[in-house]
C-alpha cells in the first residue's frame, strides 16, 4: 500500500519549520564565527607583518612557537567554553546569583592561570626549542619570541572569558567592537615595532600585549557597567566548587585538546628535521588550513545545543532533523574548498613566503589534505552532537582511538618508511577518515529512527 502523499498544507509547514531551523543555526553560528574570525585576524596580521618586514625564517620561528601555543590552548580553549556553557544554563535555571559567582571565579582564575602559563612557558622555552630540534640558524630567535609571546597569555585568556561573558549577559555589540579596537591597535603598532624600529619578531610580541590588554580593559568596562546593574553582587572571589565543577563537566574536551596539543608539538619535531623551508611551508598550510576550518567551527555550537534539545523533544526523529541540515551544510562547504584550495592557494603562500620553494611545499599539502576536509567536518560535528546529548566520554575514547593514537601511528610508520613533507601531513586524512567511520557507525546504529541496530 502507498505512502498517502502530503498535502500543499503539509509541504509548507515542513518548509516553515526548515527555515526556523535554520534561522536558530544561523543565529548560534554567527556569532562563533565571528569570534573566530576576529582571534584569526589577529594570528593573520602577524604573519602579514612578517611577510612585508621579513623573510620566511622568521614564518618559521612563528610556526615552531605557534605549535606550544596550541598546547596552551588545551586548557584555554576548554576555559572558555565552559564559562560558557555553564552561564546559559544558568541563564535558563534563572540563577542569577550562581550567574555572577561564575563571572567572578572565571575572571579572577583567567588571571591566576594566565600567569602560571606564562611563568611555565618562559623557563621551559630552551627545553621545548632544543626538543622540537629546532635549527640552529633559528634556535635564539625562537627563544626569545617565545619568551616574549608567553607575556600574552594572560590578556589572551581574560579576554576571551569576558568577551564570553559579555555575550552571555546579553552584550553582543561591546567584545566584538572591542576585539576590532585590538585588531587595529596590533596593526599600527606592529607596524612601528617592526617596520619601524625593525624589532623584528619580538615587535609582534609585543604589540600583540598591548593590543589584549587594551581590549581586556575594554571589556572590563562594560563588565564593570553590567555589575553596577545587577540587583545580585556576590563578592569577588574565586568560587572553588565552580572550578571544580567545570572541570567535572570540560574534563573530556580538556584531555582530548592537550591530546591535540601534545601531538601538534610532537610533529613539530618531524617537520624541523626537515629544514627551515619545510618549516615555514607548515606553518603557512595550517595557517591556511585555520581559516578554512572556521565556519566548520562555527557549526559546533548549533550542533551540539540543538541536538539535546531536539532530542528531548521528539527523540531521535527530531534529532535526525536537526543534525541532518547542519551535516549537509557542512559537507557542501567542505566539497567547494576542493577547488577554492587549488586556485587561490599559490597566489596566498607566495603572498606570504615570497620563496617558490616554500610555495611549492606548501601547495603540495594543501592539495593532499583538503580533499579529506569532508571527513573532518562530519567528525567535528558528529563529536559535538553527541557531546550535547551527554556522551562526552564515549566521545572522547572514539576520538583518541581513531583519531590521536591513530594519527601518532600513522605518522611515525610514514616518517620512517615514505619520509618527506607529504608523509608527516597524510597522518591527518587517515586519522580523519577513521574517526568519521567510529563516530558514523555508533551515531547511525544509536540515533536512527528505527533504531533497529542501536547499541
Not at 83 to 99: D, I, S
Not at 140 to 150: A, C, D, G, V, Y
Not at 312 to 327: W, Y
Request: proline share 4%.
Amino acid at each position: 500500500m502507498s505512502r498517502p502523499r502530503p498535502t500543499r498544507a503539509d509541504r509548507l509547514e515542513r518548509r516553515l519549520e526548515m527555515r526556523d531551523m535554520l534561522r536558530r543555526i544561523a543565529m548560534m553560528a554567527l556569532p562563533a564565527f565571528m569570534s573566530s574570525l576576529l582571534v584569526y585576524l589577529m594570528n593573520l596580521l602577524n604573519y602579514v607583518i612578517l611577510a612585508a618586514f621579513s623573510n620566511y625564517t622568521s614564518i618559521a620561528s612563528y610556526g615552531i612557537v605557534y605549535s606550544y601555543t596550541n598546547l596552551s590552548a588545551g586548557f584555554f580553549v576548554p576555559l572558555t567554553m565552559g564559562t560558557g556553557y555553564m552561564l546559559e544554563r544558568m541563564k535558563k535555571e534563572n540563577n542569577n546569583h550562581k550567574f555572577q559567582s561564575v563571572v567572578n571565579t572565571m575572571l579572577l582564575f583567567s588571571i591566576l592561570f594566565g600567569i602560571g602559563s606564562t611563568l611555565f612557558a618562559y623557563f621551559i622555552a630552551p627545553a621545548y626549542i632544543w626538543q622540537v630540534v629546532t635549527p640552529e640558524e633559528i634556535k635564539e630567535m625562537t627563544t626569545m619570541f617565545l619568551r616574549f609571546f608567553s607575556l600574552t597569555f594572560v590578556p589572551i585568556l581574560y579576554f576571551s572569558i569576558s568577551t564570553t561573558v559579555l555575550i552571555q549577559s546579553g552584550e553582543r555589540t561591546a567584545p566584538i567592537l572591542s576585539e576590532i579596537s585590538a585588531l587595529a591597535l596590533h596593526a599600527g603598532f606592529s607596524y612601528i615595532f617592526v617596520g619601524l624600529f625593525h624589532w623584528d619578531i619580538r615587535g609582534i610580541a609585543i604589540s600583540a600585549i598591548v593590543a589584549q590588554t587594551v581590549g581586556s580593559l575594554i571589556n572590563t568596562y562594560q563588565l564593570v557597567q553590567l555589575r553596577q546593574k545587577s540587583i545580585v553582587r556576590p563578592s569577588l572571589r574565586i568560587d572553588w566548587s565552580i572550578l571544580r565543577e567545570l572541570i567535572r563537566e570540560e574534563r573530556t574536551v580538556v584531555f582530548t585538546a592537550f591530546l591535540g596539543g601534545v601531538f601538534t608539538i610532537f610533529l613539530q619535531f618531524f617537520i624541523d628535521d626537515l629544514g627551515i623551508p619545510t618549516i615555514a611551508a607548515f606553518a603557512l598550510f595550517f595557517l591556511y588550513q585555520d581559516l578554512l576550518f572556521i565556519p566548520i567551527h562555527a557549526l559546533r555550537t548549533p550542533a551540539r545545543n540543538l541536538s539535546a534539545e531536539y532530542y528531548d523533544k521528539g527523540g531521535n526523529e527530531a534529532l535526525i532533523k536537526v543534525i541532518n541540515p547542519i551535516i549537509l551544510l557542512a559537507i557542501l562547504y567542505s566539497v567547494l574548498l576542493i577547488p577554492v584550495t587549488r586556485f587561490l592557494g599559490p597566489p596566498l603562500l607566495m603572498l606570504f613566503s615570497h620563496d617558490p620553494e616554500v610555495t611549492i611545499i606548501g601547495m603540495r599539502l594543501v592539495n593532499l589534505v583538503s580533499s579529506y576536509y569532508i571527513f573532518y567536518a562530519v567528525s567535528t560535528l558528529l563529536s559535538s552532537s553527541l557531546e550535547g546529548l551527554g556522551k562526552k566520554a564515549l566521545t572522547m575514547n572514539i576520538n583518541i582511538g581513531f583519531n590521536y593514537f591513530s594519527r601518532f601511528l600513522v605518522l611515525v610508520l610514514a616518517a620512517m618508511l615514505i619520509q618527506g613533507d607529504e608523509s608527516i601531513a597524510i597522518c591527518y586524512p587517515v586519522s580523519w577518515a577513521l574517526g568519521t567511520a567510529g563516530l558514523g557507525v555508533y551515531y547511525f546504529a544509536s540515533y536512527s529512527k528505527s533504531q533497529k541496530y542501536s547499541i
